[in-house]
């Protein structure tokens, strides 16, 4: 009974959501456009806070270029001096 109502439920949901979505743009593209206006980029505001003391001054990408992972070298064998 259960899963009747939720099957029941969700087609009921499907079936609303195409009859609300289905209707057709009542404006011309120029009357949106007019609306949306320009789409000028602004600028973030820099906002100063207290924890900015304590995070890193270098960014992420810089810190992640200067980290070795592993150094590639050839072992000696055995037979060979320590330098």
């Not at 259960?2 to 404006?27: E, H, N, P």
Request: proline content about 4%; aromatic content about 8%; overall charge positive.
């Amino acid at each position: 009974m259960i899963l009747f109502l939720k099957i029941l439920g969700g087609l009921a949901a499907v079936g609303l959501g195409v009859f609300l979505g289905g209707s057709r743009y009542t404006q011309s593209q120029a009357e949106i456009e007019a609306r949306m206006g320009l789409g000028k980029p602004r600028k973030a505001k820099r906002h100063f806070m207290w924890l900015d003391f304590v995070k890193a001054k270098d960014r992420a990408s810089v810190r992640r270029r200067n980290r070795q992972h592993f150094k590639t070298a050839v072992g000696r064998k055995k037979e060979d001096p320590p330098r």
